[in-house]
């Protein structure tokens, strides 16, 4: 069994992360997941939260997706999300002053459809809050 696969995590605007990895480590729909090379085929919702990438070289890599569509093949990984932003590029201030702005608009939300896309937004601001505490940019403490 290689001890390697290809990895490629793909947004809507740009590539951000196309290489070969030894591990992945994400949020699927159904509890995190850990991909290593041979990995059981496999299709899943991702959540929004942050996928760590452990490259050939050992390095992590931490991107924050607001979530996607996962594809895993026995020796290749595909992330396809409207939304990726690398976790060091994260500003915690920024995230809660945008879910701060979010709770409020559904606070004030009147019917149902408006309630669902705040409420969806929301989701994806809570983890994205989260994620910059823990690997933004104006955090001394990264993992």
């Known amino acids: 069994m290689s001890k390697l696969m290809y990895v490629d995590i793909v947004s809507a605007t740009e590539s951000m992360y196309a290489g070969h990895a030894s591990f992945v480590l994400l949020p699927a729909d159904s509890g995190s997941i850990g991909i290593l090379p041979g990995h059981t085929p496999l299709i899943s919702l991702v959540r929004p939260g942050v996928i760590k990438v452990v490259d050939e070289h050992g390095k992590d890599h931490n991107i924050f997706v607001a979530g996607g569509i996962l594809e895993v093949q026995p020796h290749e990984v ?66």
């Open 78 to 143: 595909t992330v396809l999300t409207d939304t990726a932003i690398r976790a060091s590029n994260l500003d915690e201030a920024r995230a809660t002053e945008a879910r701060r702005r979010a709770e409020e608009t559904l606070r004030n939300a009147k019917n149902k459809s408006d309630i669902a896309v705040v409420e969806a937004e929301l989701n994806v601001l809570v983890a994205q809050t989260r994620a910059a505490r823990i690997y933004g940019s104006n955090n001394s403490n990264k993992y």
